[in-house]
């Protein structure tokens, strides 16, 4: 149990569907990120939030759009997506403005567009 | 971004020593350097950092070269639980903001 929860666990959507992937923490971080993790590639950043305020967009398409509420939960709304945004998405948190801090990864959302 | 070079893969015996490498010849003053591991179906796993000294924890130890260029995981006895990906990182600051940068990362597999 990492303390990072996501769901769904697995997702399949159409390309002209909307859907939404969850992320929950109570560990006390401030800092939450999505990352994406496709096949036979390195994870790759997308978002960056620090106390609620978003601070990095790694050149993420607009199809992709993420919402803080509060530094416990992070969401990532996602609409008319292609085929090859099928990935394993994960969220992670850890101590904002800490020297260093460990990142906490929850299991992620494994996404199929059809 | 500074970025890390490790090898592909690598194999070892249980209950054996394992030295996985890890290149990082541009890493600045500041980077901190971690490790993260990866087992199937599950999100990455902290395992160790430093900075400059070497580094034990109940999972591992980290073997940081003087001019830290190279870095250096180290389980003393593997498992097969051990078998997963492991991830070298640097860790850059800007400012307030961080940013762990993942590369390919290299695939242990442990053999009974």
């Known amino acids: 149990e990492t303390g990072v929860t996501q769901t769904p666990r697995h997702l399949v959507m159409g390309m002209t569907n909307k859907k939404s992937l969850k992320c929950e923490q109570h560990l006390g971080h401030n800092a939450m990120y999505w990352y994406k993790q496709s096949a036979k590639k390195p994870l790759e950043l997308m978002f960056v939030?620090?106390?609620?305020?978003?601070?990095e967009n790694n050149s993420v398409p607009s199809r992709f759009s993420p919402e803080c509420p509060n530094s416990s939960h992070l969401f990532l709304h996602l609409h008319t997506l292609q085929p090859e945004d099928s990935a394993l998405y994960l969220c992670?948190?850890?101590?904002?403005?800490?020297?260093?801090?460990?990142?906490?990864f929850g299991n992620g959302t494994r996404l199929t567009v059809t | 971004d500074a970025k890390t070079t490790q090898p592909n893969s690598m194999e070892s015996n249980e209950e054996e020593p394992v030295h996985l490498p890890c290149n990082h010849s541009?890493?600045?003053?500041?980077?901190?350097i971690h490790w993260y591991r990866q087992l199937p179906s599950q999100g990455p796993e902290y395992v160790i950092h430093g900075l400059t000294s070497n580094v034990n924890n109940r999972m591992a130890s980290l073997a940081i070269a003087e001019d830290r260029k190279s870095s250096t995981l180290i389980l003393h006895r593997a498992t097969l639980r051990d078998a997963a990906v492991y991830y070298c990182?640097?860790?850059?600051?800007?400012?307030?903001?961080?940013?762990?940068?993942f590369g390919k990362g290299i695939t242990l597999s442990v053999r009974p």
């Open positions: 541009t890493i600045s003053g500041t980077d901190y």
């Open positions: 992670a948190s850890r101590p904002a403005n800490a020297i260093v801090g460990a990142l906490h």
């Open positions: 990182i640097l860790e850059t600051r800007t400012g307030a903001n961080s940013k762990l940068t």
């Open positions: 939030y620090n106390f609620k305020e978003q601070t």
